[in-house]
């Protein structure tokens, strides 16, 4: 399961929880970002929850930076932008 709590316009708490076990992280999104992925065409927790099952289909959680933006994500996985872009 996959909780995206808004603590700001630009920071979140994710919390996901998976095989009885529980990890949070802080992500930061800004707008711009947030409008060139989405086109304003869903919520930046949709966007978060969304780039989270992206992240947990390649890696375990516990491989997932604890607090990070999410621009960083394309350096790891270069596909990111584009699969996130033609899922909405």
């Known amino acids: 399961m996959i909780n995206v709590e808004k603590k700001s316009q630009h920071k979140f708490i994710v919390t996901v929880e998976e095989g ?3 990890r949070e992280y ?4 800004d707008d711009e970002y ?3 992925l989405t086109g304003g065409k869903i ?3 949709e966007l978060i929850k969304n780039s989270f099952e992206f992240l947990l289909e390649r890696e375990p959680k516990e491989s997932i930076l604890a607090k990070f933006n999410l621009r ?3 350096q790891y996985f270069p596909e990111f932008e584009e699969r996130i872009k033609n899922s909405k």
């Open 43 to 45: 919520t930046k927790q």
């Open 34 to 36: 947030y409008r060139e």
């Open 26 to 29: 802080t992500v930061s999104l």
């Open 72 to 74: 960083v994500i394309s």
């Open 20 to 22: 009885g076990t529980r």
